[in-house]
């Protein structure tokens, strides 16, 4: 199973959504980088449930961004402030109108 590292940000962002025990395996597997297996033998479940967990857990994790859209939006505007702070020592008219659009948008 090919790990997706978006899921991490999914996590930082959601974790709190998901149930004690899904979001302590979800943490294992992407955080700590443990295999199937040793999360089964440090929970006392078996490789498939904690398999089963990890999928349940990434749906619930992305539904919730598809609803939501935090990392989406935080990500837009980690870009839009990078092209503001890119272009204030040589237009600070322009990164000033740019931050200013940035704030706009948060405030909404």
């Known amino acids: 199973m090919s790990k997706d590292l978006n899921i991490t940000r999914l996590c930082d962002a959601y974790g709190a959504l998901l149930?004690?025990?899904r979001l302590e395996i979800i943490r294992n597997y992407y955080d700590d980088d443990l295999s199937l297996a040793e999360i089964?033998?440090?929970l006392g479940i078996t490789r498939q449930a904690a398999l089963c967990s990890i999928k349940q857990a990434e749906?619930?994790?992305?539904?919730?961004e598809s609803k939501l859209?935090?990392?989406e939006t935080s990500d837009k505007l980690q870009l839009?402030?990078?092209?503001?702070?890119?272009?204030?020592d040589t237009d600070v008219d322009r990164a000033k109108q740019e931050l200013r659009q940035i704030?706009?948008?948060?405030?909404?």
């Open 19 to 21: 149930t004690a025990h």
């Open 40 to 42: 089964a033998e440090n």
């Open 59 to 64: 749906k619930q994790l992305l539904e919730y």
């Open 69 to 71: 859209k935090i990392v």
């Open 80 to 88: 839009q402030i990078d092209s503001a702070l890119s272009v204030i």
């Open 103 to 108: 704030v706009t948008e948060i405030l909404r």
